[in-house]
């Protein structure tokens, strides 16, 4: 998720297509979003100096008690982290450059359920870059009008980022080294039409330019799934007892 349902599955459909004479791609839904580019562009225009620190916040308020077949979707592919997070663990393993170099993950569940976690994990990249990372789709669900928590920041020596969103629309706040942008933008969901046009321009060019590579897909499911496995192996406590929903839910995504 992408490519693959776990992270063996992903590692081995990665070694049954190496050496394919195809172009071959997977929509890392981040790395396709106007906002998160137009951020990194504004990085490496060395806008904020040296990027430093990686802090992004996934949490959504879930489906659980809207949707019942919530909980046997997410049996599926696994614990959010995997399902859901390892698209933030690719956009911070693209925005740093780096490969992850040490991480310590932790995570709790709520309400009995196996599948209603949340996780927390901060480490380091191979070139010292920080980061923490927070995601469930347990947040606020039985709140009244349960909401989100969807935002990403990146700290440089010189400046700094933040990116949050509602799915409804995004906020963009940058402060730069002679630029200064804040501004509101529709959130666009899963770009998929970004994907698809420039996998057409790749079609007919024969180089896939900055379009993932399947490589990262199988790298953000394999360091997901040990986020999860090392979090898991310490003492997953639980929070909360099983209770009637709430009347009102916000939306959930990734």
Known sequence: KP???????AGQLLNDLRGSDRLITTNLINRNASYVREAKQFIDEGQIGELAVI???HCTSGLAWAERQHYSHHAVEGQVLHDCGMHYVDV???FAGSEYR?????GLHFWKRPFESYFMVQGEFENNILFDLHNSHAYSTLAEVGRNNSRQEYLGSHGVITL???????????????RTVTKT??????????HYTEFAVALDTGDLGALP????????SQVSQRMVDQAMAHSFVNFGEHEEPAPALAAADC
């Open 164 to 178: 949050s969103h509602d799915f409804r629309n995004v906020t963009i706040q940058m402060n730069g080294r002679s």
């Open 213 to 220: 590579r399947i490589e990262d897909a199988v790298i953000a």
């Open 55 to 57: 802090r992004i916040d």
């Open 3 to 9: 490519l693959a349902p776990t992270a063996a599955e």
């Open 185 to 194: 933008i529709p959130y666009s969901g899963k770009n998929l039409d970004t």
């Open 102 to 106: 040490a991480f310590n993950a932790r």
């Open 92 to 94: 911070m393993r693209w």
